[in-house]
């Protein structure tokens, strides 16, 4: 039975062919006041052309130019990008890739970072005035890009019942209408808030202690969509949730496998680490669907000589593995090695490690064993002589790296996949020592700092049990929300107020008009920001807007100048301290905001001096020394240069796991079964964007210009299909719900051909969320699964859209 997914009340692209006037740039027409949880349309101006040879160099010199010119101007770029990522400077809010330890240059930055900065330090606003012209109904028919354009906003606002503009509320009022609305609660778990990776451990640990002592743990954050999957894996296997490896690890591996991420885009800066890597002869191994050109060539854009060379080729091998074939993939190579292992008996696995120092080898070998040979091939996409390559370069590694991203965690087996990583990793003992390890790359600055504050719906005992003992209240015990079940909850209407501290949780989350009617049904909802987005726009009842200070901004409290800190990918806490003049000031820090919430909502109920607190974020540290394990004595080590290293066991060789020692894992391939016509579809950013930040509409790494509403599709698909470039696609993804069809469509969407297994899609975030179901979720990690959505294609009713282009050229690595 077909049923189709009901078009939003709001009318947006998610609706059935037999709905055609409900697309997004037809939806103005006749129903001006309803707001658009979708940006709208553009694919008329959209442009192909050759994806680019080699990453950043020139060309990346010139676009930060050319932002930092355009958004804070010269001395006020200067001045916050001297800065940047400096000891004692600003980290950089970007995404969480580490800073060298020891000698930093000048411009210890990519492009990306610039952009980022350029954004935050912009001399535009968006004042109360600026409210007043537009209403919410009008905004939302601009582009992401535009809205994110207008500039820093200046003041608290407040969309009322039945208003279509937000306008002015003082900061006192705010937080009364915030206090009267939590009090009035019929249980504290009816109100849900939300964390973005960008909040400082100061601002996270007060947090998530004001939601605790409110009463519930209904704490997601973007965490919950990102790297849920990795940390279910790791603590399982290897009894962390976290990677093991340092900077100087990178030095020091003869082998690095980057599997499910593009660095070119999403984490420049570790280019510079794979480059110096691949120049002392360190084989780079990418395991991806796509060819992304940082993996290919890289030009450093501080080796001025070097600019008009052809680049450092990074990755000698490139895997190009089906979407979702990567655990099919992964055991494929387990089991070259268990073959040659049974040829040559202890001289290919590291039998001691295995022996000392894991639990449950013989069943993974028996499992192994038992694979089908067919079955990896078909299901991973790769040749039996490819896995074969990549079994000799593992086997020949005495010291090998995995690193992987979204592209691993956001399938339905994502928890599975990786711990077949681990399996990998255990084989040869490449964990523990000098130079191996496991390295998921976070993709938001202090994402993995805001869990170790405890930002996390489930957080164990004894970190509950310590909140207990230290701050004299018994903290909610029941598992909170995380980010689906917040949706869920939102939209069958148990949960009435949502809070979000940062982020634009309307597009960073899937099935996006589904998440917009749960967020419309909401009493009220509030996001604390920096910049105007999409999430403003669909609101509760009522809705505030209370705006911070970013991370550039000067901090000045009571007591004098503040810095807040950070912990990066690799575990390492450090400083970060703004040096601009804030755009206004009506703004108030993340941490001031929490504790004036706390205060005006706790009351007298709570033992704490919030304010007190805010006063001197020393303060805040002393507290988080008594709590959290690693952060003893914080504010002083925190003031060493470049900061410290958290605990971690694995990294020591220590592993505590259930076993006492690092897990194999036995996991099925669960094969993708893909009906006659459909495709498997990915989502992924493009060049100029950062999560849901977007700062330009070109891709140059792939060609793609003017525009964000493009599917790549594997040529030869496209010939048998008789699809062109250009051509004008309507996307509709299926998922069986309940063995009932769910259908959800993105209308004209402009068909790109470009290197990608045959049968699978990509299309750019977040404008494909659209079609991720809200019920396809990852297992164990309850991930949305955003890499492998069902998806099929018809023609759209439009006519082509783009002018007769160059000839897409193709990206190869090897
Ligand atoms: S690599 Fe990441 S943290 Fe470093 S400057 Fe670029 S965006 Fe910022």
């Avoid at 004042?127 to 890009?145: K, V």
């Avoid at 940390?231 to 962390?240: C, H, M, Q």
């Avoid at 003893?632 to 020692?661: C, I, Q, W």
């Avoid at 309850?782 to 018809?794: E, G, H, R, Y």
Wanted: net charge neutral; proline share 5%.
């Amino acid at each position: 039975m077909k049923r189709p997914w009901a078009a939003a009340k709001r009318g947006l692209g998610s609706s059935t062919s037999s709905e055609p006037d409900s697309t997004p740039g037809r939806q103005a027409e006749g129903s001006a006041a309803i707001p658009s949880a979708q940006p709208p349309l553009e694919t008329d101006t959209i442009q192909i052309s050759k994806p680019a040879r080699v990453a950043a160099g020139f060309t990346s010199l010139i676009k930060s130019a050319e932002v930092t010119l355009k958004e804070p101007g010269l001395s006020r770029g200067i001045k916050a990008l001297r800065q940047l990522n400096q000891f004692d400077g600003v980290d950089c809010p970007g995404c969480a890739w580490p800073d060298p330890d020891e000698d930093r240059a000048i411009n210890e930055y990519c492009e990306n970072g610039v952009k980022a900065i350029a954004e935050e330090a912009t001399t535009k606003r968006v004042t109360a005035d600026f409210f007043r012209q537009w209403s919410i109904a009008e905004l939302s028919r601009q582009p992401d890009y535009w809205l994110g354009h207008q500039g820093r906003l200046t003041h608290p606002m407040v969309r009322l019942t039945g208003s279509d503009h937000y306008q002015e509320i003082s900061w006192g009022d705010a937080f009364a209408m915030i206090a009267q609305q939590l009090n009035a609660l019929q249980s504290p778990d009816e109100a849900i808030f939300y964390t973005s990776g960008r909040t400082s451990n100061e601002a996270a640990f007060l947090y998530q202690l004001f939601v605790r002592q409110f009463g519930t743990n209904n704490l997601p954050d973007c965490s919950n969509m990102c790297h849920e999957s990795s940390g279910a894996a790791l603590k399982e296997t290897i009894g962390v949730g976290k990677g093991t490896v340092r900077l100087e690890d990178f030095d020091l591996a003869d082998t690095i496998l980057i599997i499910g991420q593009n660095p070119g885009t999403n984490h420049p800066r570790m280019l510079a680490t794979l480059q110096k890597a691949a120049r002392r002869g360190a084989t780079i191994v990418s395991v991806n669907p796509l060819a992304e050109v940082g993996l290919s060539r890289f030009k450093h854009p501080k080796e001025v000589l070097r600019l008009f060379g052809s680049g450092t080729r990074i990755a000698k091998h490139f895997v190009r593995v089906r979407l979702s074939g990567d655990l099919a993939f992964f055991k494929g190579v387990c089991k070259e090695i268990l073959e040659e292992e049974a040829r040559r008996p202890g001289k290919v696995i590291d039998r001691t490690f295995i022996e000392q120092k894991t639990h449950g080898f013989e069943d993974f070998r028996r499992s192994i064993g038992v694979a089908s040979w067919d079955q990896i091939v078909a299901e991973s996409g790769i040749s039996r002589t490819q896995i074969r390559e990549i079994a000799e370069v593992v086997m020949r590694s005495k010291a090998m790296i995995a690193c992987w991203a979204m592209g691993l965690t956001q399938q339905r087996h994502a928890v599975a996949t990786i711990q077949e990583v681990v399996n990998l990793m255990l084989l040869g003992g490449h964990l523990g020592r000098p130079g191996a390890g496991v390295c998921p790359v976070r993709g938001h600055s202090n994402v993995q700092g805001d869990r170790t504050m405890g930002i996390w719906e489930k957080m164990p005992e004894n970190f509950l049990d310590k909140l207990r003992d230290t701050f004299g209240f018994e903290p909610p015990r029941k598992p909170g929300w995380d980010v689906v079940e917040s949706i869920r909850a939102m939209h069958r209407g148990e949960a009435k107020v949502f809070f979000a501290m940062g982020g634009n949780f309307l597009s960073a989350t899937p099935d996006t008009e589904f998440t917009a009617r749960a967020l419309s049904r909401c009493r009220l909802t509030v996001q604390v920001s920096t910049k105007l987005n999409r999430g403003h726009l669909i609101t509760g009842e009522r809705a505030l807007i209370l705006p911070c200070l970013g991370r550039t901004d000067r901090d000045l409290q009571a007591g004098g100048a503040q810095f807040v800190t950070v912990e990066n990918s690799m575990g390492i806490v450090h400083s970060s301290r703004g040096n601009l003049d804030p755009p206004s000031e009506h703004l108030m820090s993340e941490p001031a905001i929490v504790a004036r919430l706390a205060a005006a909502v706790l009351g007298e109920r709570s033992r704490l001096d919030w304010l007190n607190l805010v006063e001197d974020y020393d303060r805040i540290r002393d507290l988080i020394a008594r709590v959290v394990p690693g952060c003893d004595d914080m504010n002083r080590k925190v003031r060493r240069r470049g900061g410290f290293y958290l605990p971690n066991a694995a990294r020591d060789d220590e592993y505590a796991t259930s076993t006492g020692h690092a897990n194999f894992t036995v996991s099925p391939i669960e094969p993708v079964h893909l009906e006659p016509g459909k495709f498997l579809l990915t989502t992924l950013r493009s060049h100029d964007q950062y999560n849901t930040t977007i700062y330009g509409l070109d891709d140059r790494y792939r060609g793609i210009f003017h525009g964000r509403r493009v599917v790549l599709l594997n040529p030869e698909d496209m010939a048998e299909r008789n699809w062109n470039q250009g051509d004008l696609l309507d996307v509709t993804s299926h998922f069986l719900n309940e063995g009932a069809e769910e259908l959800r469509t993105a209308y004209r969407i402009v068909a790109v051909p470009y290197e990608i297994p045959r049968r699978c899609a990509a299309m750019y975030f977040p404008e494909a969320n659209v079609l991720v179901p809200i019920g396809s979720v990852a297992v164990k990690s309850n991930t949305p699964t955003s890499k492998a959505i069902v998806v099929s294609f018809a023609a759209s009713c439009q006519t082509a859209a783009v002018p007769a282009p160059e000839e897409a050229e193709s990206v190869r690595v090897s």
